[in-house]
């Protein structure tokens, strides 16, 4: 069992940064992938960015260019930097991962990103 907690989220101004972190309660050495999600209000939740164990990456055509997947097996750590911050980046992020005999989704609780314009 593995537990997600996520913490950096809040109000920033269109064109500024922020930096997304997600800790894992156990090492996460053996989980192949790991994510960030988000939901927008009266949208369906989205993929926004995936890394797996090696370091191979895949983004959202949305925020290509924009956002950085990152994850620190060492220190059980995962992190979505977000650049160039639009108004329509606004939701709650998720973090995510798949246990190793990929029955069980694990799911942080949820930060929220507020972008204003």
């Known amino acids: 069992q593995v537990q997600l907690v996520e913490s950096g989220g809040g109000l920033v101004q269109a064109g500024g940064s922020l930096r997304l972190s997600c800790a894992a309660s156990r090492s996460i050495f053996s989980i192949n992938v790991m994510d960030w999600y988000r939901q927008a209000p009266g949208k369906q939740r989205e993929l926004v960015a995936v890394?797996?164990?090696?370091?191979?990456?895949h983004f959202a055509n949305s925020v290509k260019g924009r956002f950085t997947i990152s994850r620190d097996n060492a220190k059980n750590m995962m992190y979505l930097q977000m650049n160039s911050l639009k108004p329509e980046d606004t939701a709650v992020y998720y973090c995510h991962a798949v246990s190793e005999d990929s029955l069980t989704n694990y799911w942080g609780q949820g930060t929220q990103v507020t972008v204003s314009s």
């Open positions: 890394i797996t164990s090696s370091g191979v990456t």
